[in-house]
Each structure stands twice: as structure tokens, then as C-alpha cells.
């Protein structure tokens, strides 16, 4: 067997996970800019995905934009009352 067919599948399988990271990339981007824009969609991510939302608070909170956790609690705690 020559080393050839073996650089071959080594290539594609390279692609392959690079194209898969791509798409995780562009999947945690949206995610972010969706939460982003939207405080409803945040509450569902809340609900059903807490350790996201945390993320997302963190993430904020290292690039220096705080306040936004605080201002989601405040407006749903305004809602259920």
C-alpha cells in the first residue's frame, strides 16, 4: 500500500473538521447574536438552557459590557409580579 491513498483520506478528513468548525463558529456566533438582541430569547435559553445564558453573561462581563444580567432579572421579576 502506497502512502498516497493514505495522504488522500488524511486531507479529506482535515477538511472535513475544518468545515466542522466553521460551522460551530458560525452556529456560536448567531446563538450570541441572537441573545443579543432579544431579552425574551434569553429567558428561553434561561429556562431551558441556564449554563448558556451563563456563558453569554460571562462573556459579556470579560469584554467589559456589565449591567445586562442585572437588568434581565429586573425585567423578569417585574414580568411575574
Not at 468545515?19 to 429567558?43: C, P, Q, T, W
Request: net charge positive; charged share 25%; hydrophobic share 40%.
Amino acid at each position: 500500500m502506497s502512502p498516497r491513498p493514505f495522504a488522500d483520506v488524511a486531507r479529506r478528513m482535515m477538511k472535513g473538521v475544518i468545515v466542522v468548525e466553521l460551522l460551530g463558529v458560525i452556529g456560536a456566533y448567531a446563538l450570541f447574536h441572537k441573545m443579543n438582541d432579544s431579552r425574551d430569547f434569553r429567558s428561553t435559553v434561561s429556562r431551558r438552557f441556564p449554563s448558556i445564558l451563563e456563558v453569554y453573561y460571562q462573556s459579556n462581563e470579560w469584554a467589559g459590557v456589565y449591567g445586562v444580567r442585572e437588568q434581565d432579572q429586573e425585567a423578569w421579576s417585574s414580568k411575574r409580579s
